[in-house]
């Protein structure tokens, strides 16, 4: 069967199901016989681990330049010779990730001015776009729940007053960094069958 591959980036909270639904996707787009990678940020390569030490805080960093780690990562993500995002597309692959720019828009756009966020991630934005972008919304208070059913290790930014921070940076990355591109915004709070659902017909539905 002849198909192209795409680009695709779930984006959401922490907690908003966004690994089930990368797997899901990946489920149904092999089932017919269509390759995908799946990936996401911050990502395994040498920038990606430097920002986790970070995060678990065994570096302290100045924000500013935790959101250029970000963009760099980025780029090794976009262009790393057999890992990378652009690599991956040529192979035949549907490339489906865990978070893009928008993430560092809204966590980053706390401490650092969204336009030297923009300035950082502008090779990102004008090189690769996502053919579709999907956000899971859920409300804080559900993800942390959700977190916090989890058990697993706290990161920096979960707490309730973080969440509702991180959610509204997210929308507002969408209406002023998001021109010319496909977000779609889910209701994450549903079943996830249903939300798999349209996703699917979301990715059918690309010219
Ligand atoms: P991730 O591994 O996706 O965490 P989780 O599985 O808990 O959602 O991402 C790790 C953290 O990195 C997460 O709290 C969001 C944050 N992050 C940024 O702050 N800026 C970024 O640009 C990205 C990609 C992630």
Excluded at 44 to 50: A, M, S
Excluded at 57 to 62: A, I, K, L, P, V
Excluded at 166 to 188: K, P, S, T
Aim: charged share 25%; aromatic share 8%; hydrophobic share 40%.
């Amino acid at each position: 069967m002849i198909y192209t591959p795409r680009f695709i980036v779930i984006e959401g909270l922490d907690g908003s199901g966004k690994s089930t639904q990368i797997e899901m996707l990946q489920d149904a787009l092999q089932a017919r016989g269509e390759k995908c990678y799946l990936t996401a940020e911050p990502t395994e390569l040498p920038v990606g681990r430097l920002i986790r030490d970070v995060l678990r805080g065994q570096t302290r960093m100045d924000p500013r330049a935790l959101a250029a780690l970000y963009a760099a990562d980025r780029m090794e993500h976009l262009h790393h010779p057999t890992e990378g995002i652009l690599y991956q597309l040529t192979q035949g692959c549907h490339v489906i990730a865990s978070r893009y720019y928008f993430s560092s828009f809204a966590y980053q756009g706390e401490f650092v001015d969204p336009r030297m966020i923009a300035a950082f991630n502008f090779h990102a934005k004008s090189t690769l776009p996502a053919d579709l972008t999907i956000h899971l919304d859920l409300t804080p208070a559900e993800s942390l729940k959700r977190i916090e059913g989890r058990g697993t290790e706290k990161e920096l930014f979960e707490t309730q007053e973080k969440l509702t921070k991180v959610r509204e940076g997210f929308l507002e990355a969408y209406a002023q960094f998001g021109d010319g591109e496909n977000i779609h915004i889910l209701n994450a709070s549903r079943n996830p069958v249903i939300i798999a659902e349209e996703i699917l017909g979301l990715v059918d539905a690309l010219e």
